[in-house]
């Protein structure tokens, strides 16, 4: 999701929330879930193509948003460190000490290595550690064992035959 904020008026703020329509960010079904689940219909809904890409944008007053900002920014913060560590474990595979990782690794193709990385972010992220670097952007410290750990663990789970209840 990119969120982009425009004047709209006497102080007031309208937000647009671009939703990629050909791969979602992590945070887009949390961001749509909770304004589901909160009553929080757009102003306006609009389709739009930025390089390509085509977008649904979802227009709301700042009024109107008020104290669901807050909450909205910690999703949006939250895809972010779900992206980020989701690169950083990407990259760390390869150079893994595992020899099963690093075979994975190289006899992937990026796109099998990416979803492997995404699933990876998404069970590791509360224990990284995020902080901003001197170059302003998201930095992200993780242990290599616990990538290591719960990459087997993905492994492994991946090799066992299915419950037939």
Not at 6 to 11: C, D, F, K, Q, V
Not at 45 to 57: F, S
Not at 76 to 81: K, N, P, S
Request: include cysteine; aromatic fraction near 8%; hydrophobic fraction near 40%.
């Amino acid at each position: 999701m990119i969120v982009e904020t425009e004047p709209n008026g006497l102080a007031m703020v309208r937000f647009k929330l671009y939703f990629n329509q050909q791969r979602a960010d992590p945070e887009d079904p949390w961001v749509l879930d909770y304004l589901r689940k909160h009553g929080l219909e757009a102003r306006r809904e609009l389709a739009e193509t930025h390089e390509n890409i085509p977008y649904k944008v979802l227009h709301f007053g700042q009024c109107y948003l008020g104290r669901h900002v807050p909450p909205l920014r910690a999703l949006y913060q939250r895809g972010i460190e779900y992206t980020v560590l989701a690169q950083h474990v990407g990259n760390c595979l390869p150079e893994m000490d595992d020899a099963d990782m690093r075979a994975f690794a190289e006899s992937s193709s990026a796109a099998e290595v990416a979803e492997v990385a995404a699933t990876l972010a998404a069970r590791l992220h509360e224990q990284a550690q995020f902080a901003e670097t001197a170059e302003h952007s998201l930095g992200v410290a993780i242990a290599a064992n616990a990538i290591r750990d719960a990459f087997l663990d993905l492994r492994r789970e991946d090799t066992q035959p299915p419950d037939d209840d």
